[in-house]
């Protein structure tokens, strides 16, 4: 049963929002990074909500390393395709634009793909697809980051968690959101467990000596000195069949880089030659087909739909009450919060309130005394 302070979607909205504006980012834009911030929450996925709103986004901004006003620079375009600078602006806004773009794109000639680079975090990949969803499109995109997963039959973190993210249309309430790391668990999770005084579970994580690693809050200062690294989808070596997420991991990490001709692995680590902070350079991909152009939107939402509710209708394990199809759980979630709003912990609560007082924002949160 959830025990922390909810904060209503209204008020969490505006105040992320006000804050955002008074770092710099422009109104329509920050309206834009607090939607894709709550939308995380909303699907019951906490470790790119709120809680990341501080330490990746303002505290990003304050160190100069992420510009708050953000210049979409289309550097390359063709009817189907275009590359885009994001010249180190807010990622969210160069996500939403780019997603917006290929769904154009698609409008008009069935498919459309962006690429870009020198971007930075964009929040929650599935949004991205989702917003190809709406348009009755499929929506697929992917980033690369931080270097974080050792290769198979490595230690050494090379390649970040990169998320290859794929969203369908279906009959259904919800659509079939397919977001997640190509890592056993992604740097957030992780992040998340530290907030909360947990463990990482054995088997995420590898040391530099192969012992798997459990401390969260020592787990995230070895993943930034390289003394730590994640494990591949699959787990550690091949006999899981890990080889696989490495795979995945390595075809987003060339997808977020050679099209845009753009930074990766080591080149993302976020720190300069004397240890200071310098900006990401991120890439991503963003593609978006549309429906429509092969036997139809209904047509394929119906047949989706049937092949979802299929899955969920065969036989169930012993001991299990039920079977999910991807983005299930995330739309239950939502109808559980969506008149609550969102779940904040006391480590989360006292960086709301530190960003509104530095700010000098007069918002006031339901947890306060």
């Not at 986004?57 to 395709?81: C, H, L, M, S, W």
């Not at 962006?114 to 499109?137: D, F, L």
């Not at 092969?294 to 012993?318: C, D, N, W």
């Amino acid at each position: 049963m959830e025990t922390r302070p909810y904060v209503s979607w209204e008020l969490i909205d505006d105040f992320m929002t006000s804050a955002f504006v008074k770092l710099g980012v422009p109104e329509d834009e920050a309206r834009i990074c607090s939607d894709i911030l709550m939308e995380s929450d909303k699907r019951g996925i906490e470790s790119h909500g709120c809680n990341r709103f501080k330490p990746i986004y303002v505290d990003r901004i304050n160190a100069g390393i992420q510009q708050p006003k953000t210049e979409f620079e289309i550097v390359r375009e063709t009817p189907t395709t275009a590359v885009v600078d994001g010249h180190d602006g807010m990622g969210m806004v160069i996500g939403y634009k780019s997603m917006e773009m290929a769904i154009e794109k698609a409008k008009k000639y069935g498919m459309g793909m962006v690429a870009v680079r020198n971007s930075t975090h964009y929040g929650i990949a599935g949004y991205y697809s989702t917003m190809a969803t709406k348009a009755g499109m499929i929506g697929i995109t992917g980033t690369n980051a931080r270097p974080s997963i050792a290769p198979t039959f490595g230690v050494e973190n090379m390649l970040g968690t990169n998320p290859l993210t794929i969203g369908l249309p279906t009959d259904e309430e919800f659509p079939f959101v397919l977001d997640c790391a190509t890592s056993i668990t992604q740097r957030g999770k992780i992040e998340y467990f530290a907030r909360v005084g947990k463990d990482t579970p054995a088997g995420m994580v590898i040391g530099r000596d192969g012992s798997a690693l459990t401390d969260s809050e020592q787990i995230l200062e070895d993943l930034v000195t390289g003394n730590a690294a994640l494990a591949p989808l699959g787990g550690i070596g091949e006999e899981l069949a890990g080889y696989k997420g490495y795979g995945y991991a390595t075809v987003v990490e060339i997808l977020s880089a050679a099209l845009q001709a753009g930074s990766y692995m080591k080149m993302l680590t976020g720190i300069g030659e004397s240890g200071e902070k310098v900006p990401y350079h991120l890439g991503h991909f963003f593609i978006a087909i549309d429906t429509e152009a092969f036997m139809g939107v209904e047509s394929f939402k119906k047949t989706a739909g049937e092949i979802l509710r299929g899955l969920r209708s065969s036989q169930v394990a012993p001991g299990e009450e039920r079977i999910y199809t991807a983005g299930e759980k995330e739309y239950i979630s939502w109808m559980d919060r969506k008149d609550k709003g969102v779940p904040v912990g006391e480590a989360v609560q006292q960086e709301l309130i530190k960003v509104r007082d530095d700010l000098g924002l007069d918002h006031k949160f339901p947890f306060e005394k």
